[in-house]
């Protein structure tokens, strides 16, 4: 029955054109059988010798063309001719291509050949070869990079251009690409999903060696290949998670494709990161979309018309993201855009398909994910916190309120977060703890990335955190604590050193505290750091006025509850209080400077931090005497505030606290060591005289020079010129002391010269600044190291000035007022020989002139005897000058010369107070206001005998020990008669005025 | 024959097939030596044949042996020279169904693989006697396997090899039962109900030419087959004829949809109209149906035998008004030439009643067919087929049978037959497809046109 077919013309010519395309009739199936047994064989039927690799080769096309039933075997034959042609390829390579490209190249030819006929079946039929073809072409191209990647020449599977590059200058694994592009560019447009499937299976058995093809593909097709890879990674991601649930023993046995589309993916990113972001986020955003409006236009092959995979894209996503870092990076930062509102309302109507488990998974995951984002977590937390945060109160942001549920969900989350992180962050401490031996090791894998990104955005968490909004600080609350416990104490200190900079009242102070109350049980230190920590930031000039005004402001508050609580049992508070105020007070030297800051606010808290804060068991004294410095400055400063502003408003509170406050501050500096109570009244006391404070006290910046100041406007430029300083008569050269004395009343034919008096304050004012720079002063006399142990049987009773502290002040009055140490000595000469000494009296009393602050002064250090005595100089100089005047005048009466008359009384006063003067003469001064100068001078005459004959020693007085005072015995001096009689004589000329006064100048 | 198992389990898999093929032509010599009816290979072959050349898991625990392509293309070369050798037929057929016969269990998956290679193979190289027994295979399986394994003759000789539609073309020659058969499952798989299920170009090109070479062809199974009742349950149809007129009936309106799209697709390409095929091809087919009654005769069978099933004919007609149904919807948008096609399917259902029930292949009366096809749109051949020559002489204007919307809108179709037929007109002028002359002896009842 068989039918021999007319072959026997072509037979002929077939041998000689074996390869050409006109093979497809040409055999006979006789010689078809042949032709298939030599391929068995590997023999030539006809003539009996073995085929050559490339007869054999072409015996298998001949088949392909010819036998279907062959196209496998024939593929699987082709495999091992390509193999050869690889190996002999490498071989070449190995030995410099000089031995065997004979080989090679013989082989290339049919290699060309058999990629010619796929490539013409596959166009021909695309459906039918294709699949077959990329099956087998992707498989083989798998096996040949496995096998071969241990050769010398091959590169090592991590460089991926190099293995590129020696891949495809091979002609068979070249032509194997080309034919899988091609099938691939002909699938695409059916089934792409079973050619990426191909690529995926075969890059999972292969992984490192068949990266080169992925990632060649891969940049060929990008938008294809990463949806496509994508999809399929769904898929099977849907199907092995169906499978997961049903048999969990299958799990481990069939590694599912996500890993090797993690790995594709991550190859891609490389240089199409873009894509593949923008392709994740459509793959979230399309699965969110409700079917209903899904454009008709998308395949019904996709993966989103099933609901099943839309349902299990998000997970998809999220195990995705969990598996590469690189993704969920590409991914994450744009994902928190995304999530609208109405994103956010379709993505819960997705989830809540999802039973609970997957739920509690996906929660899981997502945390996980979270947690481990190296970057972007402040901008998933912030929205998850305003997702979270409850909408019904005040508009918590710009976000308009999400749905219940959706917030509910995030509620959720944000809690799951915080306890995973809990649980990460105290594991992670104890296995730290562990961990001393090898400590690089451990640190490594304990990294938690989200808080490490959040480590730098703690000054905006506590930010957030002091706002006080309902449930998000509560939640900002709990990770802030978690965060300084991860950070350790650097983070500690500085989460506490924002909220102190941050707070603005009581409750959001509480905060800080109540961190540090969870932090003190896993850290030590933590107050003392973070103040040290602040400190550091004031001196870097970091804060801005307002922060830093509320820090210290803060500060003060934190070492105040101190003492308001001390009656109560507030346990913690009040430990930190405490534990503030140490802390502080060792760094009292850096706050201070703080009180001199050009803004009023800033200075005023400092003060108010420096006053009530405790001060240091020790202190180097340049930080003491820093300190002193700036807080007399300071105290100088509210001052003049307080004069400036009024007593009005609030800054005229504030400066009035400062002013307060300033006092106490001296006052307690004072007493805290003798160094400090000296440094502060000498700088009180200088202060107090300084030309730019005198005015605050009533005094006249008295030019001692007297020139002419032409103009203020101008004078400060002419400081050069040689016009003014020879104006200045006087000035260039200093004759005081000298046999000459030389006066300079003005210029000849302008009269006087003009007095240049500032404006002069309210008197009001300047009294009130006067009390309280006596106040202060007593206070730092009275409550010196001497005596403070001594507390006053009478608390009205005021405390008595030390004489210490009195002499101190005492001494730097004449260092100011006098203008130079000669004739500086305590005992008082002749009064002839106070012509000797005009020049420098005269300054003297114009310093008295000047600065009524000083008879106050005076008086301070008259109660502080013996201190007087050191004044003797100053005291001299102004009587004689006194004495000048009294013989010089010729008034009818002394209260024709006030100031010459209050002086007189005031000194003599003094004196007696400071018992230079005995009862008797120190009561003269009642008496002149009543008297005629001359009187005056007679009485002043009888005073400076007095003292010259009983020189103003300190030695002369001794220590009273129920007085608590330093007192001077008049009857061991000598008679006080003979002084007296002057007295009497004046009382009985003027006994008609006088008589009331007699019984004051009885011995 | 079981106790060879253990000499054969330390074989290598293809040695191990080679022998098992060996003994199981000795075991079944001497089963038809004999004499013992009916031959019957036993259960114990059955599963050597399946452990060792088919591969199926025995149990769980046993690794698969699976062998390679090249030791697979050896197997089915042994097997093509062993059956090519073996000179008894009956030999010959018994072991081919040993090996192929479809046993119901997990077996039959490889073993279809390898029917498939093997038959395809065979048809390369041209072994008529496993064509035969694959003819012979194809008689007594169920259909659901023969469309398969005709299904991968298409595939590789249609679609996968180019130029390979010839050799396919040589088994018309080789053995012409195996073709019969060949058109029948063929046939049968297209049934042009979907757009996959349009049967290839080159396909439908071979059958026409075979058919037209020798209509007897599609007769060849039922003329070799004694006529027992013992059909096996929903095996493939004696002959093709059925499923060839539902090709041709609907052709019109299967390839007028797919026409589009591949006008859309590959506009330049010279793709051959299939049209004048099918319409060879109904020629042929009715011509065959005029072959009939004098084999019928001979057989003794006429009036007794239907060679075309009512209940074929019954799923044809609502097929067809299925497709008239969307096509009308079509219709709308496409307004010029839309009736032709429709029209055309119907006429060619009415020719092949018309002669089918002439020639006894149709055993009914027109009364059986009313009901049938009363669904169809109004069709002025099929009315005159169904009611008869004598009605439309005496009402020529006779309303439609059954309401039809297409009565409506195609009166120039009802009043002027003819120019609706200008698909047909052509038909002599395709050189590749002689006309042939109408046979003078069959009675026709009416002649339409003339």
Not at chain 2, 123 to 128: D, E, F, Q
């Amino acid at each position: 029955m068989s039918v021999v077919f007319d072959g026997s013309p072509l037979k002929a010519t077939q041998s000689s054109q074996s390869h050409t395309a006109q093979t497809q009739t040409g055999l006979s199936s006789q010689e078809l059988s042949q032709e298939i047994k030599s391929f068995i064989s590997g023999v030539d039927a006809a003539q009996g010798r073995k085929l050559s690799v490339r007869e054999h080769a072409r015996c298998a096309v001949r088949l392909l063309r010819s036998v279907p039933a062959c196209r496998e075997v024939v593929l699987e034959h082709l495999r091992g001719v390509y193999n050869e042609h690889v190996s002999a390829f490498l071989h070449s390579l190995e030995t410099d291509g000089s031995s065997s490209s004979g080989g090679s190249s013989n082989l290339e030819d049919i290699i060309q050949e058999v990629h010619g006929v796929l490539s013409e079946f596959i166009g021909l039929n695309p459906r039918a070869w294709a699949p077959l073809v990329s099956a087998w072409a992707v498989d083989l191209l798998g096996q040949l990079s496995s096998k071969h990647a241990e050769r010398r020449v091959a590169p090592h599977a991590s460089s991926l251009n190099e293995l590129l590059q020696l891949w495809m200058s091979c002609a068979a694994t070249r032509s194997l690409m080309e034919a899988y592009s091609q099938c691939l560019a002909a699938m695409l447009a059916w089934c792409p999903d079973a050619c990426v499937d191909a690529l995926l299976d075969t890059s999972v058995k292969h992984s490192p060696h068949f990266d080169w093809v992925v990632a060649h593909i891969g940049s060929a097709f990008p938008g294809t290949i990463i949806s496509r890879v994508l999809a399929c990674g769904l898929k099977d991601y849907c199907s092995h998670g169906a499978k997961d649930q049903g048999l969990l023993g299958d799990k481990g046995s069939r590694v599912p494709k996500i890993g090797s589309v993690v790995g594709i993916l991550g190859h891609l990113a490389a240089h199409h990161s873009e894509s593949i972001r923008k392709e994740l986020l459509r793959m979230f955003q399309e699965s969110l979309t409700p079917s209903a409006t899904l454009s008709s236009a998308s395949s019904s092959a996709s993966w989103e018309s099933s609901p099943q995979l839309r349902r299990a894209a998000v997970p998809f996503l999220l195990q995705l993201a969990a598996m590469s870092p690189n993704l969920f990076g590409a991914v994450s930062a744009e994902l928190v855009e995304l999530l609208r509102p109405p994103v956010l309302l379709q993505l819960q109507a997705l989830l809540q398909g999802l039973p609970r488990e997957e739920l509690d998974n996906l929660l899981g995951l997502a945390v996980h994910l979270i947690s481990q984002s190296p970057s972007g977590g402040a901008r998933v937390l912030r929205f998850l916190a305003d997702t979270a945060t409850p909408a019904s109160v005040i508009i918590s942001g710009p976000t308009p309120s999400p749905h219940e549920g959706v917030r509910e969900g995030c509620d959720r989350l944000l809690q799951t977060l915080l306890l995973h992180l809990h649980k990460l962050v105290f594991n992670r401490s104890d296995g730290a703890e562990v961990s001393l031996l090898n400590p690089s090791s451990s640190q490594t894998q304990r990294v938690i990335p989200f808080l490490e990104e959040l480590r730098s955005h703690v000054g905006q968490l506590c930010a957030e955190t002091l706002r006080l909004e309902r449930k998000r600080h509560l939640w900002l609350h709990q990770l802030l604590c978690l965060l300084s416990v991860y950070g350790g104490p650097s983070v500690a200190t500085e989460t506490l050193c924002q909220l102190l900079t941050q707070a603005r009242n009581p409750e959001e102070l509480a905060l800080a505290w109540q961190l540090h109350t969870t932090l003190s049980s896993c850290m030590v230190g933590l107050i003392p750091a973070a103040v040290a920590h602040c400190v550091a930031q004031i001196h870097t000039h970091t804060l801005g006025p307002r922060q830093l005004r509320q820090l210290l402001l803060n500060l003060a508050a934190a070492i105040q509850s101190r003492d308001e609580e001390k009656g109560g049992a507030a346990g913690a508070q009040s430990s930190m209080a405490v534990q503030v105020g140490s802390a502080v007070s060792g760094h009292l030297h850096d706050f201070c400077s703080l009180l001199l800051h050009g803004d009023t606010a800033v200075s005023h808290a400092a003060v108010r931090l420096l006053s009530c804060s405790p001060l240091p068991r020790t202190s180097p004294p340049a930080h003491l005497l820093l300190l002193s410095r700036a807080a007399v400055t300071h105290f100088f400063l509210v001052l003049r505030r307080r004069g400036e502003t009024g007593n009005v408003g609030r800054d005229g509170g504030q400066a009035a606290e400062s002013v307060s406050c300033s006092v106490l501050l001296l006052s307690r500096l004072a007493a805290y060591s003798p160094l400090t109570l000296k440094a502060i009244l000498q700088q009180l006391v200088e202060g107090a005289l300084h030309r730019g404070n005198a005015h605050l006290f009533g005094g006249q910046i008295a030019d001692m020079s007297g020139a002419p100041i032409s103009s203020p406007s101008v004078s400060p430029d002419l400081g050069a010129s040689l016009l003014d300083i020879n104006c200045r008569f006087g000035t260039t050269v200093n004759f005081s002391g000298s046999i000459w004395s030389v006066f300079h009343g003005g210029v000849i034919g302008k009269g006087l010269k003009v007095r240049t008096d500032a404006q002069l304050l309210d008197p009001s004012v300047v009294t009130q600044n006067i009390q309280t720079l006596l106040a202060v002063i007593v206070q730092c006399c009275s409550s010196s190291g001497l005596n403070a142990s001594r507390s006053p049987s009478d608390p009205d009773d005021p405390l008595p000035i030390n004489a210490e502290a009195a002499k101190v002040v005492a001494v730097t009055l004449v260092e100011n007022v006098c203008p130079d140490v000669a004739n500086g000595e305590l005992s008082w000469p002749p009064e002839e020989h106070a012509r000797t000494t005009v020049e420098r009296d005269i300054h003297i009393r114009r310093c008295f002139e000047a600065h009524p602050v000083l008879f106050p002064l005076l008086q301070v250090v008259a109660a502080g005897r013996p201190a007087l005595c050191y004044c003797s100089a100053a005291l001299r100089g102004l009587l004689a000058t006194l004495l000048a005047h009294w013989e010089a005048s010729r008034e009818a009466a002394a209260t024709d010369s006030p100031w010459h008359l209050q002086a007189s009384c005031l000194l003599v006063c003094c004196m007696g107070e400071g018992q230079l003067l005995p009862p008797v003469l120190a009561n003269v001064h009642e008496a002149f206001h009543l008297l005629t100068p001359f009187e005056v001078r007679l009485l002043l005459l009888a005073v400076w005998e007095y003292v010259r004959g009983n020189a103003p020693l300190p030695q002369k007085f001794a220590f009273s020990s129920e007085k608590g005072l330093f007192c001077r015995d008049f009857s061991r001096d000598g008679d006080v008669a003979r002084y007296v009689a002057p007295i009497h004589s004046v009382l009985h000329k003027n006994i008609d005025r006088l008589g009331h006064l007699c019984w004051r100048f009885q011995l | 024959m079981g106790d060879i198992r253990q000499s054969l389990l330390p074989r290598d898999v293809l040695s191990a097939a080679k022998e098992l093929l060996y003994h199981l032509d000795i075991y079944i010599c001497n089963l038809v030596q004999s004499g013992r009816q009916p031959p019957q290979v036993d259960a114990k072959t059955l599963e050597l044949v399946e452990e060792f050349i088919l591969h199926a898991p025995k149990d769980r625990n046993a690794p698969a042996r699976k062998m390679s392509a090249l030791q697979e293309l050896q197997l089915l070369e042994i097997m093509c020279s062993c059956f090519q050798e073996q000179s008894r037929d009956t030999v010959r057929q018994l072991m081919f169904s040993a090996l192929f016969h479809i046993q119901g269990n997990q077996a039959d998956e490889s073993r279809m693989v390898l029917l498939g290679k093997l038959v395809s193979m065979a048809v390369a190289v041209g072994r008529v006697p496993i064509l035969e027994c694959a003819a012979t295979w194809l008689q007594r399986t169920h259909r659901v396997y023969c469309v398969r394994l005709a299904q991968v003759l298409v595939d590789d000789y249609c679609s996968m090899v180019p130029g390979s539609v010839p050799t396919l073309q040589n088994i018309h020659s080789m053995s012409p039962r195996f073709c019969c058969q060949f058109i029948t499952a063929v046939s049968t798989l297209y049934d042009l109900s979907s757009e996959e299920l349009v049967p290839p170009l080159e396909l439908l090109q071979m059958i026409v030419s075979w058919i037209q070479e020798d209509p007897r062809l599609v007769l060849i199974t039922f003329l070799n087959t004694p006529l027992s009742g013992s059909q096996p349950i929903s095996s493939l149809d004696v002959t093709p004829l059925g499923s060839l007129v539902r090709w041709c009936v609907k052709a019109p309106l299967a390839y007028r949809n797919e026409k589009k799209q591949v006008l859309a697709n590959r506009s330049a390409d010279s793709e051959p109209d299939p049209r004048p095929l099918f319409s060879a091809l109904h020629l042929s087919v009715l011509q065959v149906f005029m072959l009939l009654p004098n084999v019928l005769n001979e057989k003794g069978l006429f009036g007794r035998l239907a060679l075309l099933q009512m209940e074929s004919v019954a799923a044809l007609t609502s097929d067809l008004s299925r497709l008239l149904d969307q096509a009308d919807k079509h219709a709308h948008t496409s307004a010029a030439g839309a009736q032709v096609p429709p029209q055309l399917a119907l006429d060619r259902l009415a020719q092949a009643l018309q002669v089918a029930m002439a020639s006894g292949a149709l055993l009914c009366s027109r009364e059986d067919l009313r009901p049938i096809c009363s669904r169809l749109p109004h069709n002025n051949l099929l009315q005159l087929v169904l009611s008869g020559p004598v009605m439309y002489y005496n009402n020529i204007h006779t309303p439609p049978l059954a309401y039809s919307p297409h009565a409506a809108h195609s009166p120039i179709a009802s009043h002027a037959p003819l120019p609706t037929r200008s698909p047909h007109t052509p038909l002599t002028s395709h050189a590749q497809y002689p006309a042939q002359p109408f046979m003078s002896g069959m009675p026709f009842a009416f002649r339409p046109g003339h």
